[in-house]
């Protein structure tokens, strides 16, 4: 195994954000003894996060790592070089995030599904691409309203569960995170790009996540592994798995522990090949 390619919340990190919290805000040191069993096997941990590039950044920057995705795969950074999956999107004078805003794509989900989806604050906020919601919308549903609007080059992204929500939501069965980004945005396209910037063979090559988005991935690598608490946030996401042509596994942990379970059992499985 060359690579690790991993979501943060809800996969890397335990509730709260925290790197120490299990499932029940318990410490365990379980994601650092995955970082640390990559680290003896010299295989580079890359996160791939919705969060701003600062956030992510820095959490790089503490797991010892030159190389990060952000906002739900607008951009990888492969040793402080930024590379932009943004198409014609392209940061200026006025932020990608801006420049979406002034097309009106926001303000009309906004309206569209008022009691249904709301900016997540207060995480919404100082972002350089993604306008991030909560709720719970069919992703592809917005996704032919952006088009019949003249937004084609725009698409909603599910990226997991949310633990948040205002009253305005109060009676929606869950709570979901979503990220508008342009088109050519995603979490596969960024590690598709790292891959290759690296050199790295895909198939030795894993991903770890709690999403449809980071399900996406999976065509992409030699193996993806879901986190046990992505089915109980999403029990649909089986449905999705299907069509993986069986790269996908379920980790019997949530977190970390999932994490460390995909890794050493990945390194175990290929050690004994």
């Known amino acids: 195994m060359c690579c690790l390619y991993v979501d ?8 709260g954000g925290a790197i120490t919290h299990d499932a029940d805000r318990r410490f ?17 941990v890359v996160l791939m996060s919705g969060r701003r590039q600062a956030g992510v950044a820095e959490i790089a920057r503490l797991l010892g790592q030159t190389s990060y995705i952000f906002e739900a795969g607008s951009a990888v950074v492969l040793e402080g070089e930024e590379h932009w999956l943004t198409g014609e999107w392209r940061p200026g004078a006025r932020s990608i995030h801006d420049q979406i805003d002034d097309c009106g794509a926001p303000a009309l989900l906004l309206e569209r599904y008022a009691g249904r989806l709301e900016y997540h604050d207060p995480w919404h906020r100082n972002r350089e691409v993604s306008h991030l919601f909560r709720g719970l919308v069919d992703a ?17 992204v599910d990226n997991g569960a949310a633990h948040g929500r205002s009253e305005a939501l109060g009676d929606l069965q869950q709570i979901r995170v979503y990220h508008l980004v342009p088109e050519g945005s995603s979490k596969a396209a960024a590690v598709v790009t790292h891959m290759r910037m690296r050199g790295y063979d895909p198939a030795d090559c894993i991903a770890v996540g709690d999403s449809r988005e980071d399900l996406a991935v999976a065509p992409h690598v030699g193996a993806f592994w879901l986190v046990a608490n992505a089915l109980a946030s999403d029990p649909t996401i089986r449905d999705a798995i ?10 019997e942990a949530s977190h970390g522990a999932g994490v460390y379970e995909a890794v050493v059992t990945t390194l175990a499985e290929r050690g004994a090949g």
Do not use: N, W, Y
């Not at 943060?8 to 509730?15: H, K």
């Not at 650092?32 to 680290?39: G, L």
């Open 140 to 156: 592809f549903e917005v996704d032919a309203l952006l088009a019949e609007h003249g937004h084609g080059g725009l698409r909603l």
């Open 242 to 251: 299907g069509a993986q042509d069986g790269k996908v596994r379920i980790a």
């Open 28 to 44: 365990t040191l379980s994601a650092m003894r995955a970082v640390e069993a990559c680290a003896r096997a010299e295989a580079e």
């Open 8 to 15: 943060l919340d809800g996969t890397l990190l335990g509730p």
